[in-house]
């Protein structure tokens, strides 16, 4: 089988292949995030499976709903999770695509909305993540909840600000600088969010696991 991974924003392409790699029976080839056309290419490289990880979203037009359904009618099992996937994914699902993961659940029933939910933005030579999505945002700060760090009308006030912020500018910084929390309370948050999952980065490494088992790996 032949099967094309669009990412290399939610999980590095060295541990995508640490979950899932070419094989003698398979072909994995792992490309940078995903931009309109680039699915109806794949068809030429007679692909079985395209796991969709992570997309384009301003930069250039992103991938779209007919192109995905044109391959998903070829035959071709399309899969969703994490960024853009999970976006797609949540529009499409009723269509043949597959969505896999948290992100495309909160998608799925209608806590988030907005593509810039997902979207982040990186250092163009070093590749370093510049801000944090806001679907990740959220995730951490009803963690936060759970363990007592912050109460619920603190996280509401803090995705507030956080939505207020253009999505390039979007990180734990700037919207602690806006914040009413004090000093300690703002240290507190900021140990528990380093030491916090990477809801993206869990839901790219559950669609790898996915293809992992449907190909039997």
Not at 33 to 41: H, M, S, T, V
Request: charged content about 35%; some cysteine; aromatic content about 6%.
């Amino acid at each position: 089988m032949k099967i094309i991974i669009y990412t290399g924003l939610s999980i590095s392409f060295e541990d995508a292949k640490a979950i899932l790699d070419s094989d003698k029976d398979n072909e994995i080839i792992y490309k940078s995030p995903i931009k309109r056309g680039d699915i109806l290419k794949d068809l030429d490289e007679k692909v079985d499976i395209i796991g969709i990880i992570d997309g384009v979203f301003h930069k250039s037009p992103s991938v779209g709903h007919k192109e995905i359904l044109d391959v998903i009618n070829t035959g071709v099992k399309v899969i969703g999770s994490s960024s853009m996937g999970a976006l797609r994914a949540s529009e499409l699902d009723s269509l043949g695509m597959t969505g896999i993961g948290h992100v495309y659940r909160e998608y799925s029933n209608g806590n988030i909305t907005s593509d810039d939910d997902v979207a982040v933005i990186l250092d163009p030579d070093s590749l370093e993540q510049l801000s944090d999505a806001l679907v990740s945002i959220d995730y951490n700060l009803n963690e936060a909840i759970k363990n007592k760090i912050i109460t619920k009308k603190e996280k509401e006030e803090l995705i507030k600000i956080a939505k207020s912020i253009y999505y390039p500018n979007r990180n734990y910084k700037n919207i602690l600088d806006k914040c009413d929390l004090d000093d300690l309370k703002k240290e507190k948050l900021i140990d528990f969010i380093k030491s916090s999952k990477d809801i993206k980065n869990e839901d790219a490494k559950e669609l790898l696991k996915y293809i992992k088992q449907m190909t039997k790996w």
